[in-house]
């Protein structure tokens, strides 16, 4: 090898070697959103808690027991990078048959639209910002699998969630997560 | 000379292929930083024991839509469409031969007008009120399956410096007891 091609070929090792490993280009940052921890029902719990008599009697299909469904999913980004959710999808699945429930879209689940900005951090007092996606993950037929399944009782159920969307910069978003649905008589 | 004028046309290209913006003329800087429904959530709930006869109150579904506008250029919101789609994505509700349900409606958004707007978040913040239930979103959802309904919405309108502005969000409208 001539001394002339030498540091071409440096350069190109060191490009190469960047790509393999996973290079990110500074110019052009993704943003570091994670997902904290769910405030549920009114009292802000870390599960849903559901007393399957009120679904058997219609009382959780009432405007006034509304807050007993809230769903809040904190997420917090670390990143200058701004980001906005679109939609969240749900898998529901029965922790006592371990299966998907075919009644609430089985393994596909279900896909619901929103819409929540993650500011980026714009100074230095935080090591992230804290952001708050108000769900509602109980839906009619969830309701309804409860009233016309007792066994939900035994184990209640589990919502996988996956929030989708995309950052300032046009990079996709996808984080995962689990929420556990309590049935209780 | 030649290669000066060479020289210039290549930097020309470049600055045309990279999507050159006039910088005497610059476009609004904006986005929908949140929809919400009314009682706490980022969707609408509706009822069936109150959406019938004289228990149907619009106020209910009285939603929000969140705009930020980053920087001096302000925008005037001029019209708003909205599409009702099922959970595979059809058009669903009598909208749907329409194309959706439209209407010119007439909000400013302001521009940033100092730097203290940029303290609390990223611009300045205006809000505007839509209400996606009406009486034949409400006889949908008690017929499509998983009485959910997703509605696209699309606002469209104009920014100070002549720029066409549409930005478009959905949300997610959720029927309990149908």
């Given at each position: 090898?001539?001394?002339?091609?030498?540091?071409?070929?440096?350069?190109?090792?060191?490009?190469?070697?960047?790509?393999?490993?996973?290079?990110?280009?500074?110019?052009?940052?993704?943003?570091?959103?994670i997902?904290?921890?769910?405030?549920?029902?009114?009292t802000?719990?870390?599960?849903?808690?559901?007393?399957?008599?009120?679904?058997?009697?219609?009382v959780?299909?009432?405007?006034?027991e509304?807050?007993?469904?809230f769903?809040?999913?904190?997420?917090?980004?670390?990143?200058?990078?701004?980001?906005?959710?679109?939609?969240?999808?749900?898998?529901?699945?029965?922790?006592?048959?371990?299966?998907?429930?075919?009644?609430c879209?089985?393994?596909?689940?279900?896909r619901?639209?929103?819409?929540?900005?993650?500011?980026?951090?714009?100074?230095?007092?935080?090591?992230?910002?804290?952001?708050?996606?108000?769900?509602?993950?109980v839906?009619?037929?969830?309701?309804?699998?409860?009233?016309?399944?007792?066994?939900?009782?035994?184990?209640?159920?589990?919502?996988?969630?996956?929030?989708?969307?995309?950052?300032?910069?046009?990079?996709?978003?996808?984080?995962?997560?689990?929420?556990?649905?309590?049935?209780?008589? | 000379?030649?290669?000066a004028?060479?020289?210039?046309?290549?930097a020309?290209?470049?600055?045309?292929?990279?999507?050159?913006?006039?910088?005497?003329?610059?476009?609004?800087?904006?986005?929908?930083?949140?929809?919400?429904?009314?009682?706490?959530?980022?969707?609408?709930?509706?009822?069936?024991?109150?959406?019938?006869?004289?228990?149907?109150?619009?106020?209910?579904?009285?939603?929000?839509?969140?705009?930020?506008?980053?920087?001096?250029?302000g925008?005037?919101?001029?019209?708003?469409?909205?599409?009702?789609?099922?959970?595979?994505?059809?058009q669903?509700?009598?909208?749907?031969?329409?194309?959706?349900?439209?209407?010119?409606?007439y909000?400013?958004?302001?521009?940033?007008?100092?730097?203290?707007?940029?303290?609390?978040?990223?611009?300045?913040?205006?809000?505007?009120?839509?209400?996606?239930?009406?009486?034949?979103?409400?006889?949908?959802?008690?017929?499509?399956?998983?009485?959910?309904?997703?509605?696209?919405?699309?606002?469209?309108?104009?920014?100070?410096?002549?720029?066409?502005?549409?930005?478009?969000?959905?949300?997610?409208?959720?029927?309990?007891?149908?």
């Open positions: 090898m001539s001394k002339r091609a030498l540091p071409s070929c440096l350069i190109a090792a060191v490009l190469a070697l960047s790509a393999a490993s996973g290079c990110r280009n500074p110019f052009d940052p993704e943003a570091d959103v997902f904290d921890r769910f405030f549920c029902g009114a802000y719990t870390y599960v849903l808690l559901i007393e399957r008599v009120k679904v058997t009697n219609g959780l299909y009432g405007r006034a509304e807050g007993k469904l769903v809040g999913a904190q997420l917090l980004n670390s990143s200058s990078v701004s980001a906005t959710i679109k939609s969240y999808t749900v898998v529901y699945k029965d922790v006592y048959t371990g299966a998907p429930i075919s009644s879209g089985g393994s596909a689940g279900r619901f639209y929103s819409s929540l900005y993650l500011s980026g951090l714009n100074n230095n007092t935080s090591a992230y910002t804290t952001n708050l996606l108000q769900m509602k993950v839906t009619n037929e969830l309701l309804d699998h409860i009233k016309n399944n007792a066994y939900t009782i035994n184990g209640g159920i589990d919502c996988e969630i996956s929030f989708h969307g995309v950052d300032d910069n046009g990079h996709d978003l996808k984080i995962d997560t689990t929420l556990h649905i309590e049935v209780y008589e | 000379m030649k290669r004028l060479s020289l210039i046309g290549l020309g290209l470049f600055v045309v292929l990279n999507g050159c913006r006039n910088p005497f003329l610059p476009a609004s800087d904006v986005f929908i930083s949140y929809l919400y429904g009314p009682n706490e959530a980022g969707e609408v709930s509706v009822y069936s024991a109150e959406s019938g006869g004289t228990m149907f109150s619009i106020s209910n579904y009285r939603s929000f839509a969140a705009f930020v506008v980053r920087n001096k250029v925008i005037n919101i001029t019209s708003l469409t909205m599409v009702y789609t099922d959970m595979a994505g059809n669903v509700t009598e909208y749907s031969k329409s194309g959706g349900k439209s209407f010119k409606m909000t400013r958004l302001y521009p940033v007008q100092s730097n203290s707007e940029f303290s609390a978040g990223e611009g300045r913040v205006t809000t505007v009120d839509f209400y996606p239930v009406d009486r034949r979103v409400i006889t949908e959802l008690a017929t499509v399956s998983s009485n959910t309904i997703n509605c696209l919405l699309v606002f469209r309108g104009e920014d100070d410096t002549g720029h066409d502005i549409r930005l478009s969000a959905s949300i997610t409208i959720k029927g309990y007891g149908f």
